[in-house]
């Protein structure tokens, strides 16, 4: 029921856009954003108000879509179904067509294959799904007691899975719910082709951008990446048109798009390119100018209400809009932290170059780990490493033809460069998948002017393009053992067994899973000293309450943690907690030190329930809490109070 | 005033279109040679076939 009831939203929405955007791609542009807005605001409002259930959740999208059919029927603009064989011809040209099959295919391949595996990748285990997890068993966004930065993070990306969670009615239906981002990936992408290059080059932007190798395997696991990036490219998309036309239609368009990508992910540097054309804009035209500054007011309260709620959030707890992250202007610090973005500095950039000069010709041979391998951190394709090597040429084009909308769209190649140097601690090109559009869209403006064999040749070379780098998403997933038994056990029972692929893949941990899921019962609390990868202590389908408890010291307030043993047996016992995972991870071998202590003193209330090893993933020690007396703690089904530090 | 595409015609056609196969060739040289750095992608994707 998620995917068709969000299906419905977004038709509602098109039909109320097109009354006000003639183009069908801008028609289908905006309604993303709108429906987007809508179910956001009204998701933030049931979470609020406790009522993260599915009937408030169904009954609102309802009758969003109900209104949104009713305002489009106020000012109707006659459906004219204008599509003809010349038409299609002109839109989709020949040689392009086998791309068009051979990425439904992939997609179908990519999403079936997602939806039938457990929940997976890191960060989507670690937290992305367990903060909505937790939400959804609460009925609202009480995260009392979380332990890390995750806890503070922009939550649009959040809030999208936890609705489709609400209508599907059950956890599963937010599997795939990055995929949503697609049809706005493609809106902007057609926005973009045609208002660079004309319409014979909107669908062939549209599709290049949708099947974008890093796009496809995003589209199948629950990370935020893609979701920035779609509404990074539609607020690019909103300039280039308020350039071309001059409406103020677009600034609003703008707006959204500006702040739900501010809400999704806290990389606001990345966003500050998107100023550049916007502003050269209204600085050459002085009555926009003008009219933008009556409008500001309103395009602010828009771009607030699409992303501010999680920054107003933490303003308003810890005084810091952007918390955990300290925000210094030379000695003077304007918000206090407990951690300094360049703290974080992660050395992940040798994974994929040698040195930060290597990113100059990596895009011809992309590579992970030495491997030549697309995967959830990588995967521009070839169209993009064509458009690498073109872009100063476009530039130079769209410099000489004085087409200023081209120009400043495609600066925003290196304006973007210069924060991801400067400024990003962790140099992977997951972060700026939005930035891929660019050197695309600098082959499309090279050859805007094709025509004839010309034309139908480029379309080819766009074609093998787009089919070599759906290659790589099928090589991504078949590098990997426990992805084609899965793909084998589909096609053969039907079905995914979960914790034969969790086994598979995280090998000790797998087991200790599979042993926990034996055991849990619905409402079961599992508590575990270490928060990475921790959704599947929840279970398979998730029916207990994960947390982490932690005896070590942590920069984090209000959270669940005790350095004192008897204390920390206490915070366990308050918390209800029955089963506790101690996981040394192969990569931090001191972790779990200060519980194991604690455990020794305590002989006797942890029953062990097994242990298990492996060299990639460490040691892990399942317990079952024995209890003292009957009654003790509180009760599962309210949220745990957090032991204040 | 602004225009869809802002194509403004430039110095001759003729040498507009040499540009525009010069560029091809380019494309697909560039193509050729990501091809060839990631031939190894269709050894992995006939595991599923």
Known sequence: ?645 | MPTETNNKPTAGRAGARRREWAALLVFFALLAVYFWNHASFLQGMREFF
């Open chain 1, 1 to 645: 029921m998620a995917w068709p009831l969000a299906a419905l939203l977004y038709a509602s929405a098109w039909l109320l856009a097109r009354n006000r955007l003639k183009r069908t791609d801008e028609a289908l542009l905006a309604a993303g954003l709108l429906a987007c807005t809508e179910v956001l605001t009204a998701i933030t409002l049931l979470g609020w108000l406790g009522l993260l259930r599915p009937a408030p959740a169904i009954i609102f999208t309802l009758l969003l879509a109900a209104g949104n059919l009713a305002a489009a029927l106020h000012r109707r603009r006659p459906l004219r179904p204008r599509l003809s064989f010349r038409r299609l011809a002109l839109l989709v040209p020949w040689p392009l067509w086998p791309a068009l099959g051979l990425a439904a295919a992939v997609l179908y391949f990519r999403l079936k294959l997602a939806a039938a595996l457990p929940f997976d990748s890191w960060d989507g285990l670690s937290y992305h799904v367990p903060i909505l997890w937790r939400w959804l068993q609460q009925g609202n966004f009480d995260l009392a007691g979380w332990v890390g930065p995750a806890r503070y993070f922009p939550w649009n990306g959040e809030l999208l899975p936890a609705w489709l969670a609400l209508l599907g009615g059950a956890l599963d239906s937010a599997k795939l719910a990055q995929a949503l981002a697609l049809p706005v990936l493609g809106a902007a992408g057609a926005v973009l082709g045609r208002r660079l290059a004309g319409l014979r080059w909107a669908v062939p932007s549209a599709l290049a951008l949708v099947c974008l190798p890093i796009a496809v395997i995003h589209a199948g696991i629950p990370y935020v990446d893609l979701i920035y990036s779609a509404f990074w490219l539609a607020a690019a998309a909103a300039a280039l048109c308020l350039e071309r036309t001059r409406r103020p239609v677009y600034l609003f368009l703008y707006a959204a798009a500006f702040g739900l990508a501010a809400g999704t992910k806290s990389t606001l540097y990345f966003q500050l390119p998107l100023l550049l054309p916007l502003l050269r804009t209204l600085y050459s035209d002085e009555a926009l100018a003008r009219r933008a500054l009556r409008l500001a007011p309103g395009l602010l309260a828009l771009a607030a209400l699409c992303g501010a709620s999680s920054y107003l959030h933490n303003w308003w707890t810890t005084g810091n809009p952007i918390f955990p992250y300290a925000f210094r202007i030379g000695v003077k610090t304007i918000f206090k932290g407990v951690v300094s973005p360049g703290e974080l500095l992660v050395t992940v950039e040798s994974w994929f170059v040698s040195s930060p000069w290597g990113w100059l010709w990596y895009p011809f041979h992309e590579t992970m780990k030495g491997a030549t391998v697309y995967g959830t951190e990588n995967g521009f394709g070839p169209l993009f490493a064509a458009g690498w090597a073109f872009w100063p040429y476009a530039l130079w084009r769209a410099r000489r033809a004085r087409d200023r909308g081209a120009f400043w769209f495609l600066l925003l190649l290196p304006a973007t460069a210069f924060f991801f140097f400067a400024l990003h601690p962790t140099r992977e090109q997951r972060y700026v998948i939005f930035i891929a559009a660019v050197p695309i869209l600098s082959l499309v403006y090279v050859f805007r002017k094709a025509a004839g064999g010309l034309r139908a040749l480029a379309a080819a070379g766009w074609t093998l393009g787009i089919a070599w780098g759906l290659f790589g998403v099928l090589n991504y997933a078949g590098r990997d053992r426990h992805t084609v038994n899965a793909w084998d056990a589909l096609r053969g029972a039907g079905q995914v067994r979960p914790f034969k692929y969790y086994r598979e893949k995280y090998g000790a941990l797998g087991e200790a899973w599979a042993a926990l899921d034996a055991r849990l019962a619905p409402g079961d609390v599992v508590a575990t000293n270490y928060g990475e990868l921790m959704l599947p202590w929840a279970g398979v389908p998730a029916r207990g309450r994960v947390i982490v408890v932690t005896a070590d010291k942590t920069p984090y307030p209000d959270t669940f943690t005790a350095t004192d043993t008897a204390a920390w047996l206490a915070l366990l016992e308050r918390l209800n907690v029955r089963y506790f995972a101690l996981w040394v991870p192969a990569w931090y071998p001191e972790e779990g030190k200060e519980e194991r202590e604690n455990m020794e003193k305590l002989a006797g209330r942890f029953i062990p329930a097994g242990n298990w090893s492996s060299a990639d993933f460490g040691k892990i020690e399942l317990y079952e809490l024995a209890r003292t007396a009957p009654g003790s703690g509180v009760s599962p089904a309210a949220p745990p109070a957090p032991a204040k530090k």
